[in-house]
């Protein structure tokens, strides 16, 4: 049977953001995508000109009204990414309630889109909406650092911080959450980024398991756009390959983005030429280009795992005594070894 997912992100005429940055992946990966596109513009922001439209959330409205009407309105999936109006964003949530009634299996997958480096590009207004209704119905999430921060409420200044805010947006809903990037410190040196993950199930006989994970992430000096809405759609699908192992989800999706960016930086670069900086136009992924990499990616980025089991008495017991130092510990570990500790 198809896995069908309904995407509702941007859209734009050239380059890869948004939908465009997410369909194509997904396809690949044996995905059936609808799409609704919340903007439509010429090209990304990043351009010095851009043109475009953006859908109101009466014209959301009208377009799920004309699916539901013919009955095509079965999904396994929603992905979300930008939006700037709280009246979309509100209008989305009712779709998830509806769809997720209809198909309770239904997982929703949340790009919280807010900011980053300490500034919100959307209006104010949407956080409590974030906060109160969407990150609530949400099963997948994917902030990064700033974003994590601002819908616990909690700064994130160590692993333990991370760790922490972490569990506060699982108490929120979501069982997955993956914080894409931070400005903790890897120990690989300050060429990485730090990502960190967690992973929430229930397994035989009834106990709680979590895995969570750590990544540090080689940086590229180069501003890319449509990255995050690139590692949403590949979180989800290799999700969907591996659940309950998100060790292996987050090594095929960090891969294949490493894969993408190093072809799109390869050739910005020689577009460019010698000496000069690459335009965003030179900048645009290298999707395309990167399907086989995308099916198959080869392992670019290993993946720290420290799998946790305990009965519900148990965690109440932990968080009473504030047992949290093996969470901060498992996620100092090596990143050559596969940890599992328990308690």
Request: with cysteine.
């Amino acid at each position: 049977m198809d896995c069908r997912v309904l995407s509702i992100q941007s859209h734009v005429v050239r380059g890869y953001v948004g939908n465009k940055s997410a369909t194509f992946p997904l396809q690949v990966l044996g995905f059936e995508v609808d799409s609704i596109n919340s903007v439509q513009f010429s090209n990304h922001t990043g351009y010095e000109h851009w043109k475009g439209q953006v859908l109101t959330a009466d014209e959301l409205h009208v377009l799920y009204e004309g699916i539901t009407l013919n009955k095509v309105n079965q999904y396994d999936y929603i992905l979300t990414g930008y939006t700037r109006d709280v009246s979309f964003l509100e209008m989305v949530v009712s779709m998830v309630q509806e769809l997720k009634g209809t198909n309770p299996s239904l997982v929703y997958v949340c790009d919280p889109v807010l900011g980053d480096n300490g500034a919100m590009y959307v209006p104010e207004d949407l956080l409590p909406v974030y906060r109160e209704k969407v990150v609530p119905v949400a099963d997948i999430i994917t902030p990064n650092q700033f974003e994590a921060e601002l819908l616990t409420g909690k700064k994130i200044s160590t692993e333990k911080d991370a760790v922490e805010a972490i569990d506060l947006l699982h108490a929120m809903g979501p069982h997955t959450v993956v914080i894409t990037s931070s400005d903790l410190l890897s120990p690989l040196g300050d060429q990485h980024l730090v990502a960190l993950g967690s992973q929430t199930t229930v397994g035989a006989g009834g106990t709680k398991e979590k895995q969570q994970i750590r990544m540090d992430i080689p940086k590229v000096d180069a501003v890319f756009v449509g990255t995050g809405d690139l590692f949403a759609a590949m979180l989800l699908a290799w999700t969907h390959h591996h659940p309950n192992d998100l060790k292996t989800a987050c090594e095929k999706t960090v891969s294949g983005m490493q894969h993408v960016i190093k072809r799109t930086i390869t050739y910005a670069k020689e577009m460019a030429g010698p000496g000069s900086r690459p335009s965003p136009a030179q900048l645009e992924l290298r999707v395309v280009q990167s399907k086989a990499d995308i099916e198959e990616p080869s392992i670019a980025v290993e993946v720290v795992s420290c799998i946790l089991f305990w009965r519900a008495w148990v965690s109440r017991v932990t968080q009473q005594h504030h047992f949290l130092e093996p969470s901060r510990h498992m996620l100092y570990g090596t990143m050559v070894n596969l940890m599992h500790c328990y308690f």
